[in-house]
C-alpha cells in the first residue's frame, strides 16, 4: 500500500540556519506530493505541492522537488525563522484513490532566536 | 473568500454520550474529507463525501462512526457512545469538483473523552 515517511522530530535550529526535513514515499503510479505545515492549536494549511516528477514546488522560501528516481519530495529552506516553528507534514495523493490523502507522521521543527 | 469552517472548535464529552462535529466546506467545493489526528501522529483518513454521498469510508471505524453531507447544510461526523480512545483532533478538508485538487483543511474539533 501507499506510505510516507518523514524523518523523526524534533528538529531543533538556529534562526537563519538552513532545514532538510526528508520525506520518502511509497506508491504506485504516479501520485501528487504534497506538504503542509499546521502551527499550534490549528489546522494543516498547504505549504506546497507537485504533481509530476522533477517538479520543484515552492512558497515562502521553501522547495521541494519530486524525485521519482528517489521516491522522494524532500523540503529545503535556506533560511529560517522563529515563525517558522511548526510540525511540518509531507503527503500524497494517489490517482487510483483520489482523496484519500496518505500523510507521514510530521516533523516538528523549533527554531530558536 | 471564508476558508472551511468546523465548530466546535473544542467538545469535551463524557464516556458514552455522543459527539457531533460539523464542517462547512469552502465556497463553490464540493468534496468533503474526514480526517483524525491521534496525538503525536499524522492524519489518517477517514471518509471521503460528495453532496449526499459516501464515496469512500474505509478509514472509518465500522462501529459507533458515521458521517453526512446533505443537500444542504455542513458535513457532520457523528460519534455516537464515545470512549476515552475517541479522543483526538477531527480535521475536515475540502477541494473543488476533481479530487485530485489540493485538500484545504479547516481548524479541527478537539475531542476529549472523560
Known amino acids: 500500500g501507499n506510505s510516507v515517511t518523514q524523518m523523526e522530530g524534533p528538529v531543533t535550529l538556529s534562526e537563519e540556519a538552513f532545514l532538510t526535513i526528508n520525506c520518502t514515499y511509497t506508491?504506485?503510479?504516479?501520485?501528487?506530493l504534497f506538504w503542509y505545515v499546521q502551527y499550534p492549536g490549528e489546522g494543516l494549511q498547504l505549504l506546497l505541492k507537485?504533481?509530476?516528477?522533477?517538479d520543484k514546488g515552492s512558497n515562502k522560501g521553501f522547495e521541494a522537488t519530486y524525485r521519482k528516481e528517489t521516491t522522494s519530495f524532500h523540503l529545503e529552506k535556506g533560511s529560517v525563522q522563529v515563525s517558522d516553528s511548526a510540525v511540518y507534514f509531507c503527503?500524497?495523493?494517489?490517482?487510483?484513490?483520489?482523496?484519500?490523502?496518505?500523510f507521514g507522521a510530521g516533523t516538528q521543527v523549533v527554531v530558536t532566536p | 473568500n471564508a476558508g472551511v469552517m468546523q465548530n466546535p472548535r473544542h467538545l469535551v464529552r463524557r464516556r458514552g454520550q455522543e459527539a457531533r462535529l460539523r464542517c462547512s466546506p469552502m465556497k463553490g467545493h464540493s468534496h468533503v474529507y474526514w480526517y483524525r489526528q491521534l496525538p503525536e501522529e499524522g492524519l489518517k483518513f477517514m471518509v471521503y463525501?460528495?453532496?449526499?454521498?459516501?464515496?469512500?469510508e474505509s478509514g472509518m471505524p465500522k462501529e459507533r462512526f458515521s458521517a453526512e453531507f446533505p443537500k444542504e447544510g455542513p458535513s457532520i461526523l457523528r460519534i455516537q457512545q464515545v470512549v476515552r480512545g475517541d479522543s483526538a483532533a477531527y480535521f475536515c478538508a475540502s477541494s473543488p469538483s476533481d479530487p485530485q485538487e489540493t485538500q484545504y483543511f479547516g481548524p479541527g474539533t478537539r475531542l476529549l473523552v472523560l
Open positions: 503527503a500524497l495523493n494517489q490517482p487510483d484513490s483520489w482523496g484519500k490523502f496518505q
Open positions: 507537485a504533481t509530476k516528477a522533477d
Open positions: 506508491a504506485t503510479g504516479y501520485p501528487s
Open positions: 463525501l460528495q453532496k449526499e454521498n459516501i464515496i469512500d
